[in-house]
């Protein structure tokens, strides 16, 4: 007989919190908190410091043993390059705030970016091909003007030609319902056939795993926060907005025809962000507390942790990813639709290498570090610093979609073989060459589960709504919340929405 899943969670450490048999434990010395944050990446970072700011007490619980969670910089491996949040651009006006706030410097890339994107190389089937000679290429699957297109190019091409929105800041309306649709079944409506879709979009795919399972209307989002930021500014707008003006808040790029355009780091790793918001903090951020049930009800709520400690609050507000929260005990369950959503809502697999050459092999094969191939490396971006965009300091491997799925089924260390023995064979120059510093996959992480939220063909219509819904005094932030924008700055603007949501729950 199955247990119910009163029955089965009475039978964990979730279940005995739940019945009210844990030990309730509190931040030492605080008392009990007004209100718990679940997770300290920049979501729960925001919420807290609002919060704090408003005179509630808050205690932060963090199952890693840093802050930051997408947001994490490798600091021991040279150039101290990402494996989270790369990126801000001109309209992330909360990252900016926040840096300015907490004293983090932002650096401006751009041009340094834009130099080395002009360098990639293309790579299928484990030969290389000169983009002079591609449009002519036996492998070349697309038509008409587009054959002069790189592989990575068609998708963006296809989408400003054919997307039926100018620029879909609403996205999530009823009213676009109807394009709640798979971006396979859209680009198959404009004619294109299986083999174009699969270079063109599903090869290193930016959303998803496969274009059947991300929503145009997501594409749309994407897009849209793609305009806001660089589109417009640059006057290349793919969706049809009118250009924009407004200088970059820093970075030497005056003289550039970019000068308006923010690619923004900050300064020595972009986890510095969090780590400043965290020391801003009053409350305790307790590390290593996994959290596996949450109890809420009209007037309070409780939090359990692995190690069987509860602690309770007037309110909780959950930063988790959907990939992670769905194995959390949640008592009572979500409204169906929001329950729903957790369960199913999907995410980017992303699995990333991060490779220190001995030598600069490419100076011996004359190509470029940098390149986009349909193999097991995917996509290879050679790290520059700012300050001397001659040098490589180390290349990151972005495994995505079913190429990171593919790769993680290998384990850490088969994966690592498989690269290097990738690079050696598509450039023999780099034997021996190459070690590979750290490696991270998004998608086996217990605590992410994914990269970015995706909403697949349906979930927009049917779920977006009910996602961040408050469930009695149990609140929802996280970058899958946000509607706005995305990425680090969605996340700053989910914590920035469910503190004012606390507040005025709990006054
Ligand atoms: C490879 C990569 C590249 C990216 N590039 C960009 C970019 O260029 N620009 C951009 O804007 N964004 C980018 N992003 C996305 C951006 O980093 C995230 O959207 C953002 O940091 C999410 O913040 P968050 O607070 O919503 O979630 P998270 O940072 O995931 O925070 C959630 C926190 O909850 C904790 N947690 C999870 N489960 C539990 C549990 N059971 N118990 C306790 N704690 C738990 C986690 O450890 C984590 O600290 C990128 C992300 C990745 C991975």
């Not at 879909?168 to 009823?174: A, Q, R």
């Not at 355009?261 to 400043?276: E, S």
């Amino acid at each position: 007989m199955p247990f119910s899943r009163r029955e089965f969670v009475a039978s964990t450490a979730a279940g005995a919190a739940l019945a009210g048999l844990g030990s309730t434990a509190f931040a030492a010395g605080s008392g009990e908190p007004d209100v718990i944050v679940i997770g300290a990446g920049l979501s729960g970072l925001e919420a807290a410091l609002t919060l704090e700011e408003n005179g509630l007490k808050v205690l932060v619980l963090e199952g890693r043993k840093r802050v930051g969670g997408r947001v994490y910089t490798l600091f021991d491996v040279p150039g101290h390059p990402e494996v989270g949040g790369n990126s801000i651009a001109n309209a992330y006006g909360r990252c900016i705030a926040a840096a300015k706030k907490y004293g983090v410097e932002i650096v401006n890339l751009a041009p340094l970016l834009m130099a080395n994107r002009a360098g990639q190389e293309l790579f299928l089937d484990g030969a290389h091909i000169a983009l002079k000679d591609w449009a002519e290429h036996p492998r070349n699957p697309f038509v008409g003007d587009a054959r002069k297109l790189p592989p990575w190019a068609w998708a963006d091409s296809m989408f400003k030609q054919h997307m039926p929105f100018k620029d879909l800041e609403n996205w999530y309306d009823t009213n676009h319902a109807q394009y709640d649709i798979s971006v396979h079944d859209f680009l198959a409506s404009k004619g294109a056939n299986e083999a174009m879709i699969r270079l063109g979009y599903d090869t290193n795919i930016s959303y998803g795993t496969t274009s059947h399972d991300v929503s145009l209307l997501q594409q749309a989002f994407s897009d849209h926060w793609q305009n806001v930021n660089r589109g417009a500014v640059m006057g290349f707008s793919r969706t049809g907005a009118a250009p924009a003006t407004g200088a970059a808040p820093s970075g030497g790029a005056a003289a550039n025809p970019m000068a308006n355009l923010l690619v923004g780091v900050f300064k020595d790793g972009n986890q510095n962000l969090p780590i400043a918001m965290s020391k801003k903090v009053k409350g305790d951020i307790l590390h290593g507390r996994r959290v596996v049930a949450i109890n809420t009800s009209e007037s309070g709520a409780s939090v359990t942790c692995s190690d069987g400690k509860v602690y309770r609050a007037k309110a909780v507000v959950c930063t988790m990813p959907f990939a992670t929260l769905r194995d959390v005990a949640i008592d009572p369950l979500p409204p169906s639709l929001q329950w729903k959503a957790i369960r199913t809502l999907g995410h980017i697999p992303i699995t990333q290498f991060h490779v220190v050459p001995k030598k600069p092999f490419w100076e011996t094969d004359g190509l470029s570090p940098s390149m986009w191939t349909d193999g097991p490396l995917g996509v290879v971006l050679a790290q520059r610093p700012a300050d001397d965009p001659k040098r490589v300091t180390s290349l990151t491997v972005w495994c995505r979609g079913q190429n990171g799925l593919f790769i993680d089924r290998y384990g850490v260390e088969e994966g690592k073989r498989m690269i290097i023995a990738e690079f050696e064979r598509l450039r023999p120059a780099s034997k021996g060459q190459l070690t590979v510093a750290a490696s991270h996959s998004w998608t086996t992480d217990p605590f992410s589960g994914g990269d970015w939220a995706i909403f697949q063909p349906g979930q927009v219509r049917e779920l977006r709504a009910a996602i961040a819904v408050p469930h009695k005094r149990l609140f929802f932030a996280g970058e899958h919340t946000a509607i706005g924008s995305r990425g680090m700055e969605g996340a700053l603007e989910s914590g920035e929405r469910a503190s004012l949501e606390v507040m005025n729950a709990i006054g």
